[in-house]
């Protein structure tokens, strides 16, 4: 099968991660997956959630959009009341990141992830945990640096990719239109210890074996290794 970008089934889009985007958040990224990218900003508020008031550890929570002419079409801004698409990545997201995180260490301050989707051709929600490791990373190390934390309170790195039946075929890092056509469509949200911290996979037309899982989510965790090669050298860029 020719791709529409002539990539091979196991080949990621072009990635890019561009550490500091933002200069006055405590950290930030843009992250660039093909024709997708994405700004991923951290806020440092010394307050948490009511329900964990008292309690002596931190938070970490994630809020998502997309710009009006982030697609071919322009989709309306969201006012009032949120989309259940939109609610569900911001909690993706937010999940994703409160894996790999030492919560006890950060005291009674949260960290808020802002991601907004500048230009969207798939993978808008995995590109957006990829950047926002990225910019976590930065914001604890700000912490750190302002001696509010002893050390980085990092567990692992975590990365996301998709993967995808398209035409019969097994493909990694779906762009819109594989998307679009997918008969089985993940996306899978690993850390850099091999774990997993979730899968969502789904059958548009016939439903899928065990033996496809297994193998779709080899198929991601190669992807997922070549991101967090892309994390890892774009925090060592953060050192110079």
Not at 56 to 75: F, H, N, Q, S
Not at 135 to 152: D, F, H, K, M
Request: glycine share 10%; net charge negative.
């Amino acid at each position: 099968m020719l791709r529409l970008d002539g990539r091979a089934n196991d080949e990621m889009r072009p990635v890019r991660i561009t550490p500091g985007f933002q200069p006055y958040a405590e950290g930030s990224a843009l992250i660039e997956l093909g024709q997708t990218k994405v700004i991923c900003a951290v806020s440092v508020d010394d307050r948490v959630p009511a329900f964990l008031k008292g309690e002596g550890r931190g938070w970490i929570t994630a809020e998502y959009a997309m710009l009006p002419r982030a697609t071919i079409t322009r989709t309306p801004r969201e006012e009032g009341r949120m989309g259940g698409r939109t609610h569900e990545i911001q909690r993706l997201i937010g999940r994703s990141l409160r894996a790999v995180v030492d919560l006890d260490a950060l005291g009674e301050r949260t960290l808020l992830v802002d991601c907004d989707v500048l230009q969207a051709d798939g993978g808008t929600r995995t590109a957006a945990i990829t950047g926002s490791y990225v910019a976590l990373v930065q914001a604890l190390n700000t912490l750190v640096g302002r001696e509010l934390i002893p050390s980085l309170p990092i567990r692992s790195a975590v990365a996301a990719t998709s993967v995808g039946i398209v035409g019969g075929e097994q493909l990694l890092d779906l762009c819109y239109d594989e998307d679009s056509w997918a008969e089985v469509d993940f996306n899978v949200v690993m850390t850099s210890e091999g774990k997993f911290v979730e899968v969502q996979g789904t059958a548009e037309a016939s439903p899928f074996s065990k033996e496809t899982i297994d193998s779709l989510l080899a198929l991601a965790e190669r992807g997922i290794e070549r991101l967090f090669e892309t994390q890892k050298a774009a925090l060592d860029n953060t050192k110079d």
